[in-house]
């Protein structure tokens, strides 16, 4: 059984930083490709990073690309996601999620087969 818990969320302004934490499985670090995606109220759930099961290969939505990291450490059984140079348009529900097909460029909800319960992220403007 693969789990996955976020935390870390919270209220920030535009321009800050915020660090979210995926507290995974091994199987899952070990792997699986890992991914996070966010939904705000009234829009689909949108893809926003993946790092391979390797860590050799990480890509990014075109809204957070150059803002944002997706590194992990497998020896702390966790994933995270840097944020910086947070916009009021980032504010949404982020998830983590875990693809066990471990594509290389995994990028739809539906390629990823394991979910966290998500973590709110408000920014102020």
């Known amino acids: 059984q693969v789990q996955l818990v976020e935390s870390g969320g919270g209220l920030v302004q535009t321009g800050d930083s915020l660090r979210l934490s995926c507290a995974a499985s091994?199987?899952?670090?070990?792997?699986?490709?890992m991914g996070w995606f966010r939904q705000a109220p009234g829009k689909e759930r949108e893809f926003v990073a993946a790092?391979?099961?390797?860590?050799?290969?990480?890509y990014y939505g075109d809204s957070v690309r150059g803002r944002f990291t997706i590194p992990k450490d497998n020896a702390k059984g966790a994933m995270y996601l840097q944020m910086n140079s947070l916009k009021p348009d980032d504010a949404a529900v982020y998830y983590c999620a875990a693809d066990s097909v471990a594509s290389s460029n995994s990028r739809h909800p539906y390629e990823f087969d394991y979910w966290g319960r998500g973590t709110q992220v408000t920014v102020s403007s």
């Open positions: 091994k199987r899952a670090l070990d792997y699986y490709t």
């Open positions: 790092i391979t099961w390797s860590g050799s290969s990480t």
